[in-house]
């Protein structure tokens, strides 16, 4: 049974600060990595993926992972109340096209 | 570029009454797939398509959900008969497939309520 943990939070962060939301996954043999961002009432958006090990910076976020430790993180940097969501970490097995595997997701509240 | 289109955005029906979902992925994107996601909880897989090929639906009941995507381009998820369990939302995604982007894009979804 391929699992992909997640606190689901609320995490309250105040405005500016950084945000660190975490992700722990079962299957060790998982290759492709993504982090959704997801509004109430909205459906999933792609805001980050990463495939090796390390960081992977894009704007105000950072990816990490340590596949040794079977573990991902997003830093959400100078924290926005337009950030406050519920960020869901993806995993699938192979990189290929298969389906995702979804943790229940985190949700930030960013306090102005 | 045009994202993921699904309609309707949301249905309301009464138990053992028919509904169907149809999605249209993203340009040149060959792989389909469609996810149920209830409150709380992320999505999960109910068929994955490669063209018009179904090649996961492990995840689908099958005695009552049904897909198709002829042409290998737009696809309709069925249910019948609609239970009160099936209260959710529907999602599609598509991506690159074979040889491409393995990133999956999300259509916003139709909210199904069963009455």
């Known amino acids: 049974q391929k699992e992909v943990e997640q606190n689901s939070g609320p995490l309250s962060v105040p405005e500016g600060a950084i945000a660190s939301l975490n992700c722990t996954y079962s299957d060790r043999g998982s290759q492709s990595f993504f982090w959704y961002r997801q509004y109430s009432g909205k459906s999933p958006e792609l805001i980050m993926s990463?495939?090796?090990?390390g960081d992977k910076e894009d704007g105000r976020f950072t990816a990490q992972l340590n596949k040794a430790s079977q573990y991902v993180s997003l830093l959400i940097r100078d924290s926005q109340p337009s950030d406050s969501a519920t960020y869901l970490c993806a995993v699938n097995l192979n990189s290929g096209n298969t389906p995702l595997v979804f943790g229940k997701g985190t949700r930030l509240s960013v306090i102005a | 570029e045009a994202g993921v289109v699904q309609s309707p955005r949301y249905k309301i029906i009464e138990k053992k009454q028919p509904v169907a979902f149809w999605c249209n992925p993203i340009?040149?994107?060959?792989?389909l797939y469609w996810y149920l996601q209830n409150l709380g909880q992320g999505p999960e897989l109910l068929i994955r398509?490669?063209?018009?090929?179904?090649?996961?639906d492990s995840q689908l009941p099958k005695d009552r959900f049904s897909a198709e995507r002829l042409k290998g381009v737009d696809s309709t998820l069925k249910i019948q008969p609609a239970e009160l369990g099936d209260s959710a939302v529907y999602l599609c995604?598509?991506?690159?497939?074979?040889?491409?982007?393995?990133?999956?894009?999300f259509g916003p979804g139709t909210r199904l309520t069963v009455t």
């Open positions: 340009s040149g994107h060959n792989t």
């Open positions: 990463i495939y090796s090990n």
């Open positions: 995604a598509s991506s690159l497939g074979a040889g491409g982007s393995y990133e999956q894009y």
């Open positions: 398509y490669e063209n018009e090929e179904a090649v996961d």
